[in-house]
């Protein structure tokens, strides 16, 4: 099964995922980064913290970028 990383990008910042998890796609992984997206803003909002730009980018083992996730993309807003 292939290892992919949730390295976290955040306006001056990017947090590299040192372990990565398994999955079986890649649109497994992209399911898992809004899922995880959103328990990460429902933390800042229930906190009171500012929502930046932050986001996701999913590389596989060789450091390929696979997709990127926006952080506000996870959200449903009227």
Known sequence: ????????????VFEKDPEGED???VDDAVDEA????REILAEKVYANDIIDGSSFEITTDDGHVVRTVLFRDALRLQ
Request: hydrophobic share 45%; proline share 16%; no cysteine.
């Open 23 to 25: 999955f079986p796609t």
């Open 1 to 12: 099964m292939p290892k992919f990383f949730f390295h976290v990008r955040k306006p001056g």
């Open 34 to 37: 809004f899922k995880a997206a």
